[in-house]
């Protein structure tokens, strides 16, 4: 008997290579090169770019930004099933770039430190959260303003200076403001205010409306054709936090306001109720009701409440032309996207055909 039958032909048999199709190498190489991209710009860094001048002058318009994810710690996936590079619509068809079949829980991992004041923070819309506009967390639109108070925090705006706990907040180098200047009814160089980029809006014969810094309002001041350089001021206006009749408030008279966090117990009564209704319903998940004078968390009458999470209160540096917390109040810390951390190309859509991109700006860190 042939005891070798079962491996007559193997002991001459040589291994082959299979290899593989071109189309098969490049889909490869596409799907590894999509993963990577994936985890480091949801656990590392991404690059974002600024829209709107909200931030100017500190951040104009057609900067792109580098935003650190590990300052915070990385936010894991709310959403998991979504479209590879596409935030929250698809680029061509317009329709949802993710799916909310699945929802995970907030979770975020250890960051290097907590977000402190006057950080320089990405942050998902928090009013995204009301219908028709709802959506998940972190896929909400992409905003960017400075941090001025965090959790536990008591903020107030006396006439346009930012107050926290009682001290001044630090003025952005280059935050603008309006400012009222008068003239002797000589007119303004074009070319000059727009050498100091300096928004200039007449409002009167000799009156007119400048949007500077406050260094810029030092030199115009100077100017001989100035009588009076005055800070803007903003009348009292319900579009303002919390939109309550109770709380006349104003974008540059405002407060003051506690800044809600984890662990601190508020006293329900109506002064207060306006102030953290949207933050322990609508970002802290429950059903809140006013019945006269008093208040049902959940279907239960509650005299206090204690918060869950932390909260941030966030403003524009150019701060007559931003909508921030002053408009629609605090921002929750699973609403946290990332630190920006510096400039790595800034593009000029006004600026001439040699002068586009603007060189001074690129690798500029963000203070």
Not at 291 to 311: C, D, E, H, W
Request: with cysteine.
């Amino acid at each position: 008997m042939n005891w070798k039958f079962w491996n007559k032909d193997k002991s001459k048999e040589k291994t082959k290579k299979v290899k593989k199709s071109a189309g098969r190498e490049w889909f490869d190489a596409i799907l590894f090169a999509v993963i990577a991209a994936t985890l480091i710009r949801g656990l590392f860094i991404e690059a974002y770019t600024i829209p709107t001048g909200s931030m100017e002058k500190t951040l104009l318009v057609g900067d792109f930004l580098f935003v650190s994810k590990v300052n915070y710690g990385a936010r894991m996936p709310i959403t998991p099933v979504s479209f590879p590079f596409a935030h929250h619509t698809m680029p061509v068809t317009g329709t949802k770039a993710y799916w909310d079949g699945i929802q995970w829980k907030y979770r975020r991992l250890p960051g290097l430190s907590k977000v402190k004041r006057n950080d320089v923070v990405v942050f998902n819309y928090p009013m995204d959260a009301d219908a028709p506009l709802s959506r998940p967390v972190d896929k909400r639109e992409n905003y960017i303003k400075r941090c001025l108070a965090i959790g536990g925090d008591t903020v107030s705006i006396i006439n346009a200076q930012v107050y926290v706990n009682g001290k001044a907040a630090e003025v952005p180098e280059f935050g603008e403001k309006y400012y009222k200047v008068q003239s002797d009814g000589t007119e303004f160089n074009p070319q000059t205010l727009q050498d100091m980029h300096i928004e200039a809006q007449r409002s009167g014969e000799d009156e007119y409306f400048f949007n500077m810094t406050g260094a810029d309002a030092a030199v115009v001041k100077k100017w001989s054709n100035v009588k009076s350089v005055t800070r803007y001021i903003a009348p009292t206006d319900l579009q303002i936090f919390p939109h309550s009749p109770s709380h006349k408030w104003s974008a540059d008279n405002f407060g003051p306001l506690i800044i809600p966090e984890e662990g601190w117990t508020v006293k329900l009564d109506s002064t207060t109720f306006p102030l953290y209704e949207r933050a322990i319903g609508l970002y802290e998940g429950n059903k809140v009701e006013r019945s006269g004078n008093n208040f049902l968390i959940n279907g239960k009458q509650a005299s206090t409440y204690t918060f869950k999470m932390n909260y941030y209160w966030m403003m524009g540096d150019n701060r007559d032309n931003s909508l921030d917390s002053r408009y629609w109040g605090f921002v929750p810390e699973d609403h946290i996207v990332g630190k920006a951390l510096f400039v790595w190309m800034s593009w000029d859509t006004n600026g001439s055909f040699f002068n586009k991109i603007r060189w001074s700006r690129i690798l500029d860190g963000i203070n």
